[in-house]
Nanobody, 125 residues
Framework: QLQASGGGLVQAGGSLRLSCTAA????????MGWFRQAPGKEREFVAA????????FYADSVKGRFTISKDNAQNTVHLQMNSLKPEDTAVYLC????????????????????WGQGTLVTVSS
């Protein structure tokens, strides 16, 4: 239902763009977002965007470096990642839910019903 792409290997300071496409007529998009999980660490929130109305959310660790955007026609969300750091290395997971979120609910993984496969981002120092 969610197809993620765009991961790879990049040097510190470089950029990558991740994309996640939701299959049409699978569910009603309320919110789409990205989480990440580094080896030996818990999954953490990265960014999310409400599909209808306002609401864009970022983790403090990526504010000013990452930008999330959406393409309504393609049911796709993009994550532009600039000024990448080695600590950004992780498997990035796309997530979606039928209901839009407000406030801190957007950063909670248990508030998302749909998950895609991960795409690996490796940032070398």
């Amino acid at each position: 239902q969610l197809q993620a792409s765009g991961g790879g290997l990049v040097q510190a300071g470089g950029s990558l763009r991740l994309s996640c496409t939701a299959a049409r007529r699978t569910f009603n998009l309320g919110i789409m977002g990205w989480f990440r999980q580094a080896p030996g660490k818990e999954r953490e929130f990265v960014a999310a965007i409400n599909w209808r109305g306002s609401g864009i959310f970022y983790a403090d660790s990526v504010k000013g470096r990452f930008t999330i955007s959406k393409d309504n026609a393609q049911n796709t969300v993009h994550l532009q990642m600039n000024s990448l750091k080695p600590e950004d290395t992780a498997v990035y997971l796309c997530a979606a839910d039928d209901n839009r979120k407000v406030g801190t609910l957007a950063s909670r993984g248990d508030m998302y019903d749909y998950w895609g496969q991960g795409t690996l981002v490796t940032v070398s120092s």
